[in-house]
């Protein structure tokens, strides 16, 4: 396929309510990883896959934030009982596996908690 | 340690003009510093890249000059379009398996003006 897909382009959600978000990798690619960027900032790494198991979580900021990659190509990331801080656009990128290679990313998901 | 320091926030250029932005950063163990290009309501894009074995690297009209004593980085853009107005980021990544997992900068709004 083309890029990184990413799914809704937009999100509209109340306080409190789950969310999921979607990012379909480019094909082949083994590495996916998660980005928030909050407005008028840069992207901030919330988590990395290597194949299906998370290698990097470290950026996740709660416990309220998680996602799966079960075959190792789509990621799904979830975020429960949302806050109004979860407000921003929500990045993901893939790679193929090795040294140098180039991060892609797609156009993002724009949360909105209101 | 891990942040990245961009500079300026904001910059206004004339078409042909020079295009400067800064980047500092404290991670020694960083050793791979590209940039990216952000559309409005896109993804960033890569621009161009250098690791530290180099002082400087061109492609077309963009070049990185890097200064490992100094800790510091900057992208140059030649003859400045109005095409290239968009957000620039620097970025760092500490080595690994590839090159997704970075630290960004704050970001710099580019407007060349015609």
């Known amino acids: 396929g083309a890029g990184v897909s990413q799914t809704p382009s937009n999100k509209v959600t109340e306080k409190g309510k789950y969310v999921e978000l979607r990012c379909d990798p480019i094909?082949?690619?083994?590495?996916l990883y998660w980005y928030r960027q909050s407005l008028g900032q840069g992207p901030e790494f919330l988590i990395y896959?290597?194949?299906?198991?998370?290698?990097?979580d470290s950026g996740l900021p709660n416990d309220r934030f998680f996602a799966v990659r079960p075959e190792g190509s789509v990621s799904t990331l979830k975020i429960q009982r949302t806050e109004r801080g979860d407000s921003a656009v929500y990045l993901c990128?893939?790679?193929?596996?090795?040294?140098?290679?180039?991060?892609?990313f797609g156009q993002g998901t724009r949360l909105t908690v209101v | 340690q891990q942040q990245v320091k961009q500079s300026p926030q904001s910059l206004i250029v004339q078409k042909g003009g020079i295009s400067i932005i800064n980047c500092a950063y404290e991670?020694?163990?960083?050793?791979?510093f590209p940039w990216y290009q952000q559309f409005p309501g896109k993804g960033p894009a890569l621009l161009i890249a250098i690791r530290p074995d180099v002082s400087e690297k061109k492609e077309g009209r963009f070049t990185i000059s890097f200064n490992k004593s100094a800790k510091q980085f900057s992208l140059h853009i030649m003859d400045s379009q109005p095409g290239d107005s968009a957000t620039y980021f620097c970025?760092?990544?500490?080595?690994?398996?590839?090159?997704?997992?970075?630290?960004f900068g704050q970001g710099t709004i580019l407007t060349v003006h015609p």
């Open positions: 970025a760092a990544n500490a080595g690994g398996t590839s090159y997704g997992k970075l630290t």
């Open positions: 990128a893939s790679s193929s596996q090795g040294l140098g290679t180039e991060a892609f």
């Open positions: 991670n020694t163990a960083f050793d791979y």
């Open positions: 094909s082949g690619h083994t590495a």
């Open positions: 896959f290597q194949g299906t198991g998370a290698a990097d």
